[in-house]
């Protein structure tokens, strides 16, 4: 039987163990960062390991999900599965699916010495028990049924196959919980009752296996969301029937929304349920998700849409999706710097104020000492502002770099559409205002636009720029065209020369009378790069053709 692994020095080993049933939850990202930061500023090894005993909702993608997400983190683990579907370390493997010999090596140890047991209850029979304790306002504790059945009888039933699952026997004493961060706590005796171990389908449960990984894998410490708090003395139970030492248990406070909610995939529903409550839909959007499945989602509260259907259906009924999981935040365009930075300081503090650091002083200065006890609240403004004043700080060149880079990866047809010129001149023109990433492809995506696609809502801003004033701004776009037509080179030093010209001439000196609109015409809205840039980035024609036609859409009285 494999021995548990012993370090030969007092560095720290810890270990991130998700179990890839969806993506990466921020406040798992959290946990990892954490766990990272102890150990390479402990001289130790970061452990990546892949929880999948739960057969029916793991995924082999969602773990290679996990994987991108704590590449793009930049935490790096020592020991692990590889995304090339290697895996790096001597511990391994580093898929709980793949380590079944293993538990059932410790586990038949167990039955042999009575520290576990066979159990063949069915369920109806444990249902029906859970049913009389809730009757009886009594706590559903197990009763050991299963120890009535003779110890050759259990071992028999299950060498013959019988469907059963294995029980830890749970000492009748005390357990005491020792935790870095909450303190200590005692369980009284009878408060764990005899726990199950092995499933029926033959795969241990998260107990069983969380304890020999860890043993065997050397782990030092254990570093998880404080949820699992209550679950600490089971798995001390089992590592003092296994003869493992106990790891340094921290169990960190839970993430929560502004209002004190926890943050969930739940969320996004909530978001646009309310957006499609607001605008009256009985039926979705044209095109956006099956109206059988949209009446379904819409009749039951706890119906949830798959992420496709959530995203299609609310960029149809016009929803922010709140980012939850660190796919969300990569989409939206976050720095994974500073998302690091904002999730340490949610739930520790290196104290002095100090709120602006990398993960290079976060491994060397962070302890446990400085672990808050009670729930973070994630503060998306902050974030947003932390990820503005980094974008400011880049480089003209580092900008442009990392802005392609996303558009490469969640905006290929932007990318495609665009002559580098012209990205190369959006970029420019976008990253003082760009507090992320994402922020100039959904922005601007008037540049994608056909021709004949552009419309021009009469919004107030429309409605003020255009059809306002003494002349209007329409009229003043009728009288620009035939320059606009006409203006060589049709770049931004050329275009700005002479539409000043020309605007002290019509419009007293003031560009803005006649820049405004053009804008509008152009774009369909008030918002755009500057607009030399923007009338340079679509070129003449472009340009003069979408003039044509905003001032034919606007000419009607109707409008």
């Not at 959290?30 to 766990?35: E, M």
């Not at 029980?167 to 764990?192: M, S, W, Y």
């Not at 029937?241 to 169990?251: Q, S």
């Not at 798959?306 to 709140?322: F, I, K, N």
Request: proline content about 6%; glycine content about 6%.
């Amino acid at each position: 039987m494999p021995t548990p692994h012993q370090s030969t020095h007092s560095a720290a080993v810890t270990r991130f163990a998700p179990s890839p049933t969806g993506d990466l939850h921020v406040g798992g990202a959290r946990t990892a960062l954490f766990c990272w930061a102890y150990a390479k500023g402990h001289q130790g090894e970061f452990v990546l390991r892949i929880e999948d005993t739960d057969q029916k909702r793991s995924s082999m993608g969602a773990a290679r999900e996990a994987m991108k997400d704590l590449s793009w983190l930049g935490l790096d683990w020592d020991q692990g599965p590889d995304e090339s579907e290697g895996e790096r370390g001597e511990h391994g493997p580093y898929f709980q699916s793949q380590r079944l010999d293993l538990y059932g090596r410790y586990l038949a140890d167990l039955l042999e010495q009575d520290l576990a047991y066979h159990a063949f209850d069915t369920s109806a029979e444990l249902d029906e028990k859970r049913r009389a304790a809730r009757a009886a306002k009594q706590a559903y504790r197990y009763d050991r049924a299963g120890l009535e059945v003779p110890r050759a009888e259990r071992f028999a039933r299950a060498e013959a196959g019988e469907s059963h699952v294995v029980r830890f026997r749970t000492p009748d004493q005390p357990v005491v919980i020792k935790d870095a961060v909450l303190g200590e706590a005692t369980l009284p005796a009878g408060e764990v009752d005899d726990f199950i171990i092995r499933k029926a389908d033959g795969f241990p449960t998260y107990h069983f296996a969380v304890v020999v990984d860890d043993a065997l894998m050397g782990c030092t410490h254990v570093f998880r969301a404080q949820e699992h708090f209550n679950n600490t003395a089971k798995h001390l139970l089992i590592q003092d029937a296994l003869g493992f030492e106990h790891p340094i248990y921290a169990h960190f406070p839970l993430i929560m929304n502004p209002d004190g909610s926890k943050m969930s995939k739940r969320d996004k529903d909530k978001a646009v349920r309310a957006a499609v409550k607001a605008a009256g839909l009985e039926a979705p959007p044209e095109g956006s998700i099956d109206p059988a499945v949209f009446s379904a989602w819409l009749g039951d509260k706890k119906a949830q849409l798959d992420h496709d259907q959530l995203t299609r259906l609310a960029e149809a009924v016009g929803a922010q999706l709140p980012e939850i999981n660190v796919q969300d935040f990569r989409r939206s365009g976050y720095l994974p710097e500073v998302l690091c930075n904002f999730l340490a300081l949610n739930g520790w503090s290196p104290g002095d104020d100090l709120e602006k650091f990398d993960t290079t002083f976060l491994s060397e200065h962070f302890d446990l000492g400085r672990v808050q006890k009670t729930a973070a609240r994630f503060d998306r403004d902050k974030l947003l502002a932390f990820n503005l004043d980094a974008i400011q700080a880049m480089t003209p060149e580092e900008f442009h770099e990392r802005a392609l880079a996303h558009g490469r990866q969640f905006h290929p047809k932007f990318i495609e559409q665009l002559t580098p010129e012209q990205f190369e001149l959006l970029v420019e023109a976008s990253r003082e205002r760009s507090k992320t990433l994402d922020e100039l492809f959904r922005s601007n995506n008037w540049l994608l636009l056909d021709e004949e696609d552009v419309v021009w809502p009469v919004s107030k801003p429309v409605r003020k720029a255009m059809l306002k004033g003494d002349p209007t701004g329409l009229e003043l776009l009728a009288k620009v065209q035939p320059l606009i037509e006409t203006i060589e080179p049709f770049e931004s030093g050329a275009l700005e020369q002479q539409l000043g010209d020309w605007a002290a001439e019509h419009c007293d000196g003031n560009l803005g009378r006649i820049a405004q609109p053009l804008r509008i015409a152009v774009t369909g809205g008030p918002v755009s790069p500057p607009i030399f840039d923007t009338l340079v980035m679509l070129g003449r024609a472009r340009t003069v053709r979408r003039i044509t036609r905003c001032l034919e859409a606007l000419a009607s009285p109707a409008s």
